[in-house]
């Protein structure tokens, strides 16, 4: 019985599918990213070279989650959306800072309506993540992720205190290099209160999980069996 390759048996179906969960290795001879109109829903788990995504074209894509996969890819399938998406999930990815530029720029361009996002940290991006949270008005979730362990997360959570939308309920920071988080979180709450009427959960990831609330009620979390497997799910724990 000839077998049929992934990527014709996948394009003979494009009109039809709405989801799409590629694992590694991801092997076609060429993008297939170009008839997909009705996607929805993007898998990524795993490699995938920049040729397989040439001339993308996924304009009603809602979630996007990547695993292994760098900002570069992660921006080119950003830009071949039309303003649905709404999901941007990272998992065991291999991030640089190199793109990291453009990834942000990519998101305020092209996702007007995000709920939900992964974002990394740089401080030479400020005033992009700036324009990223005035712009995406619907932002629910945040999982911000610093680029550097030398960053500390208080200009970052001034910048989300006066810019953020008043949707945001959920926001998780992971590698910041701040020992004493329920201190600096007592000055984000106030101006957070100050700015908004709502309330955000703030969950911190250094060398333990903290959970903190608006009324500066800390919590470690009591990490049990690999922590290493904790980690790698802290971007989703609370989310589904």
């Known amino acids: ?15 039809s599918l709405i ?17 997909f109109f009705n996607l929805k829903i993007l898998i990524i788990d795993g490699f995938i070279p920049q040729n397989h995504l040439q001339k993308a074209n996924l304009p009603n894509l809602q979630y996007l989650e990547l695993h292994s996969t760098d900002l ?10 039309k303003g ?6 990272f ?7 190199k793109h990291n530029l453009k990834f ?18 740089d401080y030479n991006y400020i005033k992009e993540l700036e324009t990223l949270f ?16 030398n960053y500390s997360y208080n200009i970052l959570l001034d910048l989300l205190a006066m810019y953020a939308p008043s949707s945001l309920c959920s926001l998780k920071l992971e590698y910041f290099n701040d020992c004493n988080p329920a201190g600096v979180m007592k000055t984000f709450f106030k101006r957070w209160k100050e700015k908004h009427q709502s309330t955000i959960s703030v969950y911190i990831l250094n060398s333990s999980v903290y959970i903190i609330n608006n009324n500066i009620e800390m919590v470690e979390v009591k990490l049990k069996g690999d922590k290493s497997d904790y980690f790698n799910n802290f971007r989703y724990f609370d989310w589904d």
């Open 104 to 121: 942000i720029q990519s998101i305020t361009q092209y996702c007007p309506n995000l709920k939900s996002a992964t974002l990394f940290y």
């Open 72 to 81: 570069y890819e992660a921006t080119i399938i950003i830009q071949s959306t």
């Open 19 to 35: 989801l799409i969960h590629l694992s590694w290795p991801i092997q076609f001879c060429c993008s297939i990213f170009t008839k």
């Open 1 to 15: 019985m000839n077998r049929i390759p992934i990527g014709e048996a996948l394009t003979k179906q494009a009109n």
């Open 84 to 89: 649905s998406l709404q999901d941007i999930r």
């Open 134 to 149: 005035s712009t995406c008005s619907q932002l629910e979730r945040l999982v911000i992720i610093s680029m550097n362990y």
């Open 91 to 97: 998992k065991h990815s291999c991030i640089t800072a």
